[in-house]
């Protein structure tokens, strides 16, 4: 985030609308990309840790600890890509609070992204409004709750790595795009931004995503017919991703599938992600796009011949969500939690899908 971040003065009352005054600026930006650690400045050590909130903020805790951005140092999948590429550039980002670097991993920067990482700044509270009953010495900024705010983590380009291993500077190649993808689609209008649909949980901090089924079910639809019994139609839409099916990580992958028990290896497949090749500098370049774009439904045709199996046999179609570059991992090799999602499934005969309209 380039432009500076406006300071205001005074309390808001309850909800109501947040005061306009201009005033200092916060010292750089409030997320620095993963080009810097994120400074909290001096704020006492328990301050750092979400447990020192839950005695007044029990539901934002809560709902926090079941988020991705708790575990975003710890969990298994992150950890297994950490291994084979250990940057201090990740633990920016996946552990902002380790401001000394990979080995001072300790105690709240454990946390990941907690709560200390997204609201204090200078020592001080920082947040969109403050409450008249707060007790804290809030400093409200301006957009601290829109879709900029987010895209100081989702979003930034595959990296120049220096000799060192020290990450300084990027390339112009998107690595995770996430913000760009909101600004382009279908939802860039909507109120709140990001949180109209992440935060839609009672304190706003779960902020489900593709980790989540029903934020899975709830952006995707499968439907299946027959147009004749020589082709069934397989239509898959993105109704209620804000960015592009698969957005962030790398790795993600969509993959509609048809197959017969019978006959597995005439599997039908279609991928919708992104493909990379190499780039003249530094970093990757994506040379294959098919994600699904907000609102975007793509339909193919699937002809039951190919998929081999006795003509009568039923015929299974899935749409899978995929975590990681393999989506069957080793036992040696596993990352501890699910590497993919189901996210729809159907079975019938050719003769029992509902004819299309
Ligand atoms: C002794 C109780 C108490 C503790 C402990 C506490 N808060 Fe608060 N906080 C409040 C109250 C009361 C409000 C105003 C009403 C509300 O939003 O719940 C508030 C408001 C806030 C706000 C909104 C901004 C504002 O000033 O109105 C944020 C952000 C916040 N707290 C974060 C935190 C974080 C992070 C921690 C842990 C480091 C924390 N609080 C610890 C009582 C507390
Ligand atoms: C990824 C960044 C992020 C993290 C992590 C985070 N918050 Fe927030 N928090 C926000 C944003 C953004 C808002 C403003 C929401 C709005 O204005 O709609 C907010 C608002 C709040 C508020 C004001 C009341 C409300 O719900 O709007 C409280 C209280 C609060 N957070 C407490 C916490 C506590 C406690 C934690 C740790 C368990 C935490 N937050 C972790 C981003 C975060
Ligand atoms: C300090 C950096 C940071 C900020 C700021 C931040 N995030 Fe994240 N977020 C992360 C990281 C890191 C992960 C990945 C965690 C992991 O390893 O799974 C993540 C994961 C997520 C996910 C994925 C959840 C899932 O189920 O897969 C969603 C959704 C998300 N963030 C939404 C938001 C929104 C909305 C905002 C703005 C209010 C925001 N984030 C601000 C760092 C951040
Ligand atoms: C119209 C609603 C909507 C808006 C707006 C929206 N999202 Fe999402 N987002 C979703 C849904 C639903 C999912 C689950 C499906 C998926 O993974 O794409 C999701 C998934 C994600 C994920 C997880 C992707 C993964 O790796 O599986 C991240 C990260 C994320 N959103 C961040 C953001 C950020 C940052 C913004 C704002 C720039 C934003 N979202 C705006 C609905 C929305
Ligand atoms: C500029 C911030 C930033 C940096 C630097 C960064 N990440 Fe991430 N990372 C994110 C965000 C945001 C997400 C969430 C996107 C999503 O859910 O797809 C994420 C997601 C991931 C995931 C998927 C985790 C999951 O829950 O499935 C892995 C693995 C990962 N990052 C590994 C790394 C590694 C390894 C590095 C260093 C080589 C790194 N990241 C550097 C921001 C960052």
Redo the contacts with the bound molecule.
Sequence with gaps: MSRALRRVAGAVGGAAVVLALAGAAVDGPLFPRGLAPVDVGAVADPDRWSATCAECHAAHVDEWAASRHAVAWTNGIFQREYRREPLDWCVRCHAPLATGGPSSVTGAAEEGVNCAVCHFREGRMVSSARAEDSPHDTWVVDGYAG?EA??GC?EFNFPFVDEDHVVRRYTDHPMQH??SE?RAGA?SG?EG??L???GNTPAGHRM?????LG??Q???TLDVCRKSARALQLTVQNV????N?????LH?ALRLRAWRSSAPTALWEHFFGRAFGPAPDAGKLVVVDTALR?LQAVTQAVDPRALAGRADEEVNVELR?I?TADEIPTDRNHPGEPTYAVVHSRRARVSEFPRCP
């Design positions: 879709a987010c895209g989702h996430t913000l909101f939802h909507r931004e990001c109209g649909c992440h489900p995503g593709g980790h989540d934020a899975l709830h952006a995707l209620g991703a804000g960015h099916l698969p957005t962030g990580d993600r907000p969500y975590y």
